[in-house]
């Protein structure tokens, strides 16, 4: 009997032992990290294998035998793109996966609000969730180095203080959601034409202080899960795996603890795949966008050859091991999250997200003689001209092209807005790219137009004559060789004859308004003779409401420019020095494949954007951080925390601002820093502090901004190390790079 109770009690200690034991890996309670060691060493080296690559196009697998679910990727940085099938770049037609467009990121720049980007995340990151996407392969923050940039629409601007400012909410509003971030395109990838060849040749200085920065915030500030390889070369080794920038720089200084993904067909050779930093291979063979090599995928150079490389000796699985270690990392904080929301797809929050960010980052460029807003008085007759006016934006532009459940037009949201009382006309005036279709995803718009552009000009010109107001909505589009990925604009001037079409409109009317739809500055030959100018970006899926909102003077824009607007393409370093798109290797390379090299120097170094312009005493058409409002602003009573400041220090600028206008409206408030002597050639000032402030009419405020060290250090390229030297700085404040309104100097002990 003895025994018989002694034997009952061991087998009811071990079942309860065992109901207590859930495997570490498994335990939410448990810190990750244990997690993860009891994790590893329960995988077999098949399973750890088939974690780091991919097995679709957007997906790569989870640990079926241990509970891991498989981990689903998708693009892109503003809005969840549809579902392709499995293997295909083609849409597989779901009737459940249109999505918010939420302005492009050049948009969400221009707002110059961090809380903007903090709703943008997580608004995105409550549509991956829905969308079954554990991973939005975005936000993009590669600084705009060239106007022509093809993928700049895609990104925040030429200075890296906003990028980095902006990018990091943006980043943590997503992942609060459990959805990863995957922050590309790491790095260098400033231009698209050759993307696969060309090999960056930029100072370490140029690098660390320009290129960089925005990087490192996402990576250091935001707590970025993961980072995306870029297709470029740097140091004669691509991006996505590159001994310098992902070993050292990213892994080593950064101390980041995330996976790195390629970018599709971003992987070329198993060799410096395993040692130089990539984690996951994604879309081996295709060139990222249509091309590709069905069903590869045990082919990847991180699959079979890895094991045939780890069984033969080649390889231990050092290497492999933290591979994996990262990407068991991201499925806890992603697939393994149990605490993970629902999300929710094409709420009406998500749509208030997208104008609310749509009508904080459009900027009014030029209002001559106030012709803005539209005086609902006066209007009794609008004519609105031009095909970006009646053009989905949402499809095309490569990668972040989307299947969205609605995108407000700009005709239809002013018809909308002003219902019956005003006639709102309508005239083509330009005809540009009347298609609409991107991987499967078509607009389904009748945009063909076989008039001349004599008689679609002399249309709007005749239906000019008895308007009120006429605003042209052009631009650019996402069409190829457009703000598209995969090439760049052949040219800074408008496209499809819109400069002559302006032209003949501001010969026939005083009240002539330009909107600007683009990712990029344009040209602006006829720009004093025209009223107002706006620049209304990519705006997504609330594109004609927040237009109209800005028209109408329901919403006072406050938008700032993220970027230089050059009057011409040689104003800018990069075009200026010749440096784009580069040299190739010799001549003979020039129609070879991947395998052959351009090298672009970037020789203007740090001397980006309105560094170059202030330089050289280049005056653009309209300056980076200008941005007008409806109502004015005064700017006064500049001072600081103290006359001095030491290097483990901060100093505090505290200024006046007061709305001397009739409107509510908001102002950025922008800080720079001049070194007025240095031992390097150093840009004349550099944005190190912003504020945005809404203000009542007649209501004043005092906005601070506090600067440390690093606003006045330098990278110093003789030791590698950010140098910041005694002696005496300005702070320059104002309400654009080309409007300082205030200085105060002080010193470095
Ligand atoms: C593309 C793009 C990248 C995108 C990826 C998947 O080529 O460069 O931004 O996320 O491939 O579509």
């Not at 709703?119 to 600084?143: C, F, Q, T």
């Not at 006066?378 to 031009?386: D, E």
């Not at 009748?446 to 008895?466: F, T, Y």
Request: aromatic letters at 10%; glycine letters at 8%; a neutral charge.
């Amino acid at each position: 009997m003895k025994h018989f109770i002694t034997i009952c009690m061991m087998v009811v200690c071990s079942m309860t032992a065992n109901a207590q034991q859930t495997p570490i890996y498994l335990d939410d309670a448990k810190p990750i990290e244990q997690r993860i060691d009891d994790a590893i060493a329960r995988m077999t080296l098949q399973e750890k294998i088939r974690v780091i690559h991919a097995q679709s196009k957007f997906s790569s697998a989870g640990i079926p035998r241990l509970g891991f679910p498989d981990f689903w990727t998708d693009d892109g940085p503003h809005g969840v793109r549809p579902d392709v099938l499995w293997d295909e770049w083609d849409q597989a037609g779901q009737t459940n996966d249109s999505c918010v467009a939420f302005p492009a990121l050049t948009c969400l720049a221009a707002t110059w609000n961090p809380d903007m980007s903090l709703i943008y995340g997580k608004s995105l990151g409550e549509e991956a969730l829905y969308r079954g996407k554990d991973m939005i392969l975005g936000p993009g923050v590669n600084i705009n180095r060239t106007p022509l940039g093809g993928r700049n629409f895609e990104y925040m601007g030429e200075d890296p203080y906003l990028a980095s400012t902006m990018v990091v909410p943006y980043v943590q509003g997503l992942q609060s959601m459990g959805v990863s971030a995957c922050v590309k395109h790491y790095c260098l990838n400033n231009d698209e034409e050759y993307r696969h060849q060309v090999n960056v040749v930029v100072s370490d200085r140029a690098l660390h202080e320009i290129y960089l920065p925005a990087f490192k915030a996402a990576v250091e500030q935001g707590k970025a899960w993961a980072i995306m390889g870029a297709y470029n070369l740097y140091k004669d080794e691509h991006n996505c795996h590159n001994q310098y920038t992902l070993n050292k720089i990213l892994k080593g200084d950064w101390a980041f603890d995330g996976v790195v993904v390629s970018d599709w067909g971003g992987c070329h050779d198993t060799d410096q795949a395993v040692k130089n930093g990539l984690d996951m291979e994604f879309g081996s063979w295709t060139n990222g966008l249509s091309a590709g090599t069905s069903n590869a995928y045990d082919n990847y150079f991180l699959a079979t050859p890895y094991i045939i490389g780890i069984q033969s000796g080649k390889y231990t699985t050092k290497e492999l091991d933290d591979k994996v270690r990262r990407v068991l990392r991201l499925f806890f904080r992603t697939t393994m999250n149990r605490n993970r929301p629902h999300g929710f797809l094409c709420s009406e929050s998500h749509y208030e997200a997208a104008r609310r960010i749509a009508d904080e980052g459009i900027v009014l460029l030029q209002n001559k003689g106030n012709i803005l807003p539209i005086d609902r008085n006066k209007a009794k007759r609008i004519l609105v001209v031009g095909e970006n006016a009646i053009k989905m934006m949402t499809v095309g532009g490569g990668s972040s092209s989307l299947k969205v459940q609605r995108e407000i037009l700009p005709l239809e949201g002013l018809r909308q807005r002003f219902g019956n009382d005003v006639v709102v006309d309508y005239a083509r005036g330009y005809v540009g790219d009347v298609s609409g279709e991107y991987n499967g995803v078509t607009t389904g718009q009748k945009l063909k137009d076989n008039r001349s552009e004599s008689k679609l000009i002399a249309e709007a010109v005749e239906k000019a004559k008895n308007a009120d107001y006429v605003i042209v909505v052009g631009g650019l589009n996402k069409s190829d060789y457009q703000d598209c990925e995969g090439h760049d604009r052949k040219q800074y001037e408008l496209p499809y004859a819109q400069n002559r079409l302006i032209e003949a409109l501001a010969k026939t009317t005083k009240r002539l308004v330009y909107v600007n739809i683009s990712g990029n500055a344009v040209a602006m030959p006829w720009k004093d003779k025209v009223g107002a100018i706006v620049q209304a970006w990519f705006i997504g899926s609330e594109a004609g409401n927040a237009i109209t909102d800005v028209l109408t003077g329901d919403a006072n824009p406050s938008g700032k420019l993220p970027f230089t607007w050059y009057a011409s393409l040689n104003d800018c370093g990069a075009h200026a020095l010749n440096t784009y798109p580069g040299t190739w290797r010799s001549a003979k390379d020039k129609s070879a494949g991947f395998s052959k090299i351009i090298d672009e120097e970037y020789k203007e170094g740090v001397y980006v954007g309105y560094r170059w312009t202030d330089k050289n005493n280049i005056k653009p058409t309209f300056a980076f951080g200008h941005g007008l409002s409806y109502t004015t602003f005064s700017m006064s009573n500049l001072r600081q925390s103290a006359k001095e400041m030491t290097r483990d220090g901060k100093l505090t600028f505290t200024v006046t601002v007061k709305n001397t206008g009739s409107k509510r409206g908001a102002e950025t408030v922008q800080l720079y820093i001049k070194d007025i002597k240095s031992s390097v050639d150093r840009p004349v000032k550099e944005l190190k502090g912003f504020k945005k402030v809404w203000l009542e009419p007649g209501e004043q405020k005092d906005v601070d901004m506090t600067i440390d060290n690093n606003a006045l250090a330098y990278y110093d390229e003789t030791t590698g190390t950010w140098k910041s030297e005694d002696g005496e700085f300005d702070a320059l404040v104002g309400n654009a790079s080309d409007n300082i309104m205030l200085k105060s100097r002080f010193m470095l002990k």
